[in-house]
């Protein structure tokens, strides 16, 4: 029988990347009705797509350990709950809406996305990391 906890979080990688998904195309669900114009729609909901975007990567390691035994999950889970708000808020952060002009936005821009791909890759590289190492460790106990 898998658990409550994995349960749990399939359940919030599954709403939340329901949520990146209606952020995305919100102009084809309909939730743009009340809008304007097309720009005040697209301008409204897709600054929630890339701040939402750990729920995809929480979806899809969370159906990588989902199958494996509870150490394995536990010990991603671990890591996961310190990250994936951290990567929620620093999206928010960065991609906040610069709307300057010329080369300094531009910079700043580039540099925003910069530490947020630093920050994605941490975490995908250290989920692996950590999935990995307890896997072999569960494995090479059962022997």
Do not use: Q
């Not at 998904?21 to 720009?39: I, P």
């Not at 897709?46 to 995809?56: D, E, I, Q």
């Not at 300057?100 to 995908?124: E, R």
Request: aromatic share 16%.
């Amino acid at each position: 029988m898998k658990s409550w906890e994995k349960r749990i979080t399939l359940l919030i990688g599954i709403l939340g990347s329901l949520l990146v998904f209606l952020f995305m195309y919100s102009e084809n669900v309909g939730l743009c009705d009340f809008a304007t114009s097309k720009w005040d729609c697209n301008r409204m909901f897709n600054g929630f797509v890339f701040p939402f975007s750990p729920f995809l990567m929480l979806l899809l390691f969370t159906l990588i350990t989902y199958p494996m035994k509870e150490s394995v999950f536990k010990a991603w889970a671990k890591l996961s709950v310190v990250f994936v708000p951290i990567l929620i808020i620093a999206s928010f952060i960065f991609t906040g809406g610069h709307n300057g002009f010329g080369a300094g936005a531009a910079i700043s821009d580039a540099f925003d996305y910069l530490i947020l791909i630093i920050l994605f890759s941490a975490y995908v590289i250290a989920s692996a990391v950590t999935i990995t190492r307890t896997y072999r460790r569960a494995k090479l106990a059962a022997k």
